[in-house]
């Protein structure tokens, strides 16, 4: 796998996979990233913003996603005001079936590529004086549940609806009820310069913390025998509400691919975490793809899960740990493993023949052996 990605020249800056609660592989090609380095989530932030939803529903801030959005905001005069955006329910802003008129896909990010006037509507968002009362003053374009469109503003409205029923800013409510439970410390979330914290991009995390969110989820809501969020958030997050392309569905802020049973968060640039229940499988991406299609679902699909032979967790001991993880996932070890070695002997370092070491502190994701 690893030589695969090398062959190709694509841009991974880390990968890391856990099986059966243990991190089995973990990679930096690119030199200018290790275990303690940040990187930026891009839209995986949508998904860390969907999970502080459900846990303020699950701490009585908000009572439910039926809940009227315009109730969250009721000093707003809100323009093209109809009985469609009044209608307009928090389960339409997680399922990005607002019905506001919405484009953020024609044009990129980066546009206006001479065009004083940035035409893609997020970037209209983030350069307006008051982004809340940007998203809420758009028209509407559909009736509230009957269209999915792209649409980073219920994000961030989601963010400001956190704010507004917690009375903490939003990295505050996440570093309390999310960060500091699954252990996560260094992160950065980028902040409007009129407030809220963005809830649909802007948010920095090492690797091993974006896999948390994704263990997290695989193990419904649990994190060390406590409940962090409900199952049943877990199952409505990752249920394909709607399905924007044919093997491609949408729930909660996070993507579904319900032909081979994986959910995922997914970034610009190619930022993932891919959660495989059937496998008891976690595998994060970081990367710099500029151009071009991402390729980490087709590596998911054609090393990892192909790989994952064995449905028995790892036990207590090291010989029988390390023999699990050949016999789990072979292939891509095997590949990875030789990659590694040449790297290190083109380096001039010794490599060490303890094989903890050698694959990268193969150990518990949440520090403690997973039980059965």
Known sequence: ????????????????????????????????????????????????????????????????????????????????L???KQSMALEH??????????????????????????????????LSLDSIQFVLDR?????????WAYNSGASHLLSAII??????????FARE????????????????????????HGLYLKPRDMAKLGYLYLKNGTWDGKQIVSPEWVAKSTETHSRPWKDTGYGYQWWTSPTIGVYEASGLYGQQILVAPDYDMVV??????????????????RFILPAAIDDTAPTSGVDTLV?????????PLVLAGAYWLVRKRRAGMKVTANPHLAWGDVRPINGSPTKR
Do not use: C
């Not at 089995?24 to 949508?46: A, D, I, M, W």
């Not at 809940?67 to 707003?76: A, G, I, R, T, Y």
């Not at 023999?323 to 292939?331: E, H, M, R």
């Open 163 to 172: 704010e507004r029923t917690t009375q903490h800013t939003t990295l505050d």
């Open 177 to 200: 009820f999310l960060f500091k439970p699954l252990g996560i410390g260094e992160v950065t979330w980028n902040q409007h310069p009129q407030g809220p914290y963005y809830g649909g």
């Open 323 to 331: 023999a699990s993880i050949l016999i789990v996932l072979l292939a």
């Open 1 to 80: 796998m690893m030589e695969y990605i090398d062959e190709r020249g694509f841009a991974i800056d880390s990968v890391i996979i856990i099986r059966n609660g243990y991190i089995v592989l973990e990679e930096y090609p690119n030199p200018r990233y290790n275990q303690g380095t940040l990187h930026e989530l891009y839209s995986v932030t949508k998904s860390f913003t969907s999970t502080l939803i459900g846990i303020s529903i699950q701490q009585g801030f908000i009572e439910s996603t039926n809940q009227k959005v315009l109730d969250f905001f009721p000093e707003k005069t809100i323009a093209n």
């Open 139 to 147: 028209p509407m374009a559909h009736d509230p549940g009957t269209h």
């Open 93 to 126: 802003l997680l399922t990005m079936t607002a019905g506001l008129e919405w484009d953020e896909w024609t044009y990129p990010y980066m546009d206006p590529q001479g065009n004083p006037d940035y035409r893609n509507t997020y970037i209209q968002m983030i």
């Open 82 to 84: 109809d009985a469609r």
């Open 284 to 301: 994060v991406f970081t990367a710099t793809i500029r151009t071009g299609s991402n390729p980490e679902l087709e590596i998911m699909q």
